[in-house]
C-alpha cells in the first residue's frame, strides 16, 4: 500500500507540473502579462498573499489530524459526528454575518478577529471536555466563514477603490491563490504527519503549529495591511466580497476525510493518510484552478481534474477492497477460533 500511494502521489504531481505549465504557456492572456509588468500591482499582490497564505497554511495544518484528535480522546462515533456537525452547521450560520460584517467592523479588524478565534480554537484542542472541543468547533466554523470572506474582501476593495487597478486583473491574483493553496496543503500534510506521526507528538500538534502561523498572519495585518490603510485613506467598504473558488472544495475535503479516516482506521498498518489528502487536493486542483483563475482557466486543468480524480478514485477502491478482505479474514479466524472452543 505505501508503493502505491506513493507512486500515485509522484505520477500525479509530476501530470500536475506539466499540465501547468503547458497551460499557463497557452494561455498567457494580455491582462496577465500587463498586471505582472506593473510593479504597483505586484507590490499590493505580495502585501495580501503574505497574510493570507499564512491563513491558509493554518487552516490546512488542522485538517489531516481532526478525527484522529477526536479519536485519540476516545470518542464514540456518535460523538464525533456532533462535533463536526458542530462545525459545519457553524460555518453555514455565521456566513451571512461574515459577508456583511465587514462594511460595519471593519475588513482589516475582521481579519485579526479571524486570527484571534483560529488561535482559541486550537487551544481548545489540548482538553478533552466535549463541550470544550463543540467550543473549538463552532469557532473553527466561524474561523472558516471569515477566512473565505473577509481577506478577498479586503483585497477587492483595495484592488478597485483604492488603487483603482482594473477588475479584470483580480483574477490574476485569485488564481496565483488557489495554485499556492494546493502547495500549502500538500506541504502542511507532510509537516503535520512529521510531527505528529514520525516524532510522536501526537495528533495535537499540528493544531499547536498553526498558531504560530496564526500570529503572524495578525502581524502581517495589524503592521503592514495598517500602513497601507493609513497610508491610502482607506474607508468604509461598499461592496461584497466576492465568491471564493476555495471554499467548496474544502467542504468537499472535510466531508471526504470524515468518511475515509474513520474506514480507514480498520486497517493494522500505518497507511500514508497525509498522502491520500494530497491526492484529493491534486484531483480538485483542475477545478479550482480554473475558477479561481476566471477566464485564464484552461480546459487543461479540467482535463487534469478528472484524470487525477479517476487514479484517486482507483487507489481508494484499492484501499476499500484491502479493507473489506482484512475485516473478512479476521470474522473468520475470530469464527475458527469459537468453533475449536466448542
Not at 91 to 101: Q, Y
Not at 208 to 224: G, K
Not at 225 to 249: I, T, Y
Request: glycine share 10%; hydrophobic share 50%; charged share 15%.
Amino acid at each position: 500500500m505505501f508503493v502505491t500511494a506513493y507512486l500515485a502521489f509522484v505520477v500525479l504531481a509530476g501530470l500536475c507540473v506539466t499540465l501547468e505549465i503547458t497551460a499557463r504557456r497557452l494561455n498567457s492572456s494580455q491582462a496577465t502579462q500587463t498586471a505582472v509588468a506593473n510593479p504597483a500591482f505586484r507590490r499590493f499582490q505580495k502585501l495580501f498573499l503574505k497574510a493570507y497564505l499564512l491563513a491558509l497554511w493554518a487552516d490546512w495544518l488542522q485538517g489531516p489530524y481532526l478525527y484522529k484528535l477526536y479519536r485519540h480522546y476516545n470518542f464514540l462515533e456518535s460523538q464525533i459526528a456532533i462535533l463536526y456537525v458542530c462545525g459545519l452547521a457553524s460555518s453555514v450560520l455565521f456566513a451571512p454575518v461574515a459577508s456583511w460584517l465587514p462594511q460595519f467592523l471593519g475588513r482589516r479588524q475582521m481579519c485579526l478577529l479571524f486570527c484571534l478565534a483560529y488561535s482559541v480554537c486550537c487551544f481548545t484542542k489540548l482538553s478533552q471536555e466535549y463541550f470544550m472541543l463543540i467550543l473549538g468547533r463552532v469557532l473553527g466554523g466561524l474561523s472558516t466563514s471569515l477566512l473565505t470572506t473577509v481577506f478577498e474582501a479586503w483585497y477587492v476593495h483595495g484592488h478597485v477603490d483604492v488603487h483603482d487597478f482594473p477588475k479584470e486583473w483580480i483574477p490574476v491574483t485569485f488564481g496565483k491563490v488557489a495554485d499556492w493553496n494546493h502547495g500549502l496543503a500538500v506541504g502542511a500534510g507532510l509537516l503535520a504527519n512529521l510531527f505528529a506521526e514520525w516524532l510522536g507528538l501526537g495528533p495535537v500538534a499540528p493544531f499547536l503549529l498553526a498558531i504560530p502561523s496564526l500570529a503572524a498572519c495578525a502581524w502581517f495585518v495589524l503592521s503592514e495591511w495598517g500602513q497601507e490603510d493609513r497610508q491610502k485613506g482607506a474607508s468604509g467598504d461598499k461592496n461584497g466580497p466576492l465568491l471564493n473558488p476555495l471554499n467548496a472544495p474544502k467542504m468537499q475535503m472535510s466531508t471526504w476525510a470524515r468518511f475515509w479516516r474513520s474506514c480507514l482506521d480498520g486497517l493494522r498498518f500505518r497507511l500514508p493518510l497525509h498522502l491520500l489528502a494530497c491526492l484529493g487536493l491534486l484531483a480538485l486542483h483542475g477545478e479550482v484552478s480554473g475558477a479561481g483563475a476566471g477566464e485564464a482557466g484552461s480546459g487543461t486543468r479540467h482535463m487534469f481534474a478528472g484524470c487525477a480524480g479517476m487514479m484517486l478514485a482507483a487507489l481508494l477502491a484499492v484501499v476499500s477492497l484491502f479493507t473489506v478482505g482484512r475485516n473478512d479474514a479476521d470474522l473468520r479466524l475470530e469464527g475458527t477460533k469459537l468453533e475449536g472452543e466448542i
